[in-house]
């Protein structure tokens, strides 16, 4: 079992950076493709960005290429998003997800509970 805890959340102006992470613990972490995905109010859960386990294979929501970078530390744990160029449309709580690949949520084991991000026009 794997637990995923995000953190880096906050409100931040159109235009600026922010980086969020996602820590694991539990067995397997290393084994597992990890996912970012965002769910603002009203709105389905939708993929942001995915990572293999090796780092080899990056894949990214055609809305934020170029803006958003997807990065892991097996080391740490732990797995970044850094999302730079941030725009109102961007405010969503943020998941991380673990085991799976894809644009469908349902493709992935495992979910962290979320950080906000909200963005200021």
């Known amino acids: 079992q794997v637990q995923l805890v995000e953190s880096g959340g906050a409100l931040v102006q159109a235009g600026d950076s922010l980086r969020l992470s996602c820590a694991a613990s539990?067995?397997?972490?290393?084994?597992?493709?990890m996912g970012w995905f965002r769910q603002a109010p009203g709105k389905e859960r939708e993929f942001v960005a995915a990572?293999?386990?090796?780092?080899?294979?990056?894949d990214y929501a055609d809305s934020v290429k170029g803006r958003f970078t997807i990065s892991r530390n097996n080391a740490k744990n732990t797995m970044y998003l850094q999302m730079n160029s941030l725009q109102p449309e961007a405010a969503a709580v943020y998941f991380c997800?673990?085991?799976?690949?894809?644009?469908?949520?349902?493709?992935?084991?495992?979910w962290g509970q979320g950080t906000q991000v909200t963005v200021s026009s």
């Open positions: 997800a673990a085991g799976g690949w894809g644009v469908a949520p349902s493709g992935y084991q495992h």
């Open positions: 539990g067995r397997g972490f290393r084994r597992y493709a």
């Open positions: 990572i293999s386990w090796s780092s080899s294979s990056t």
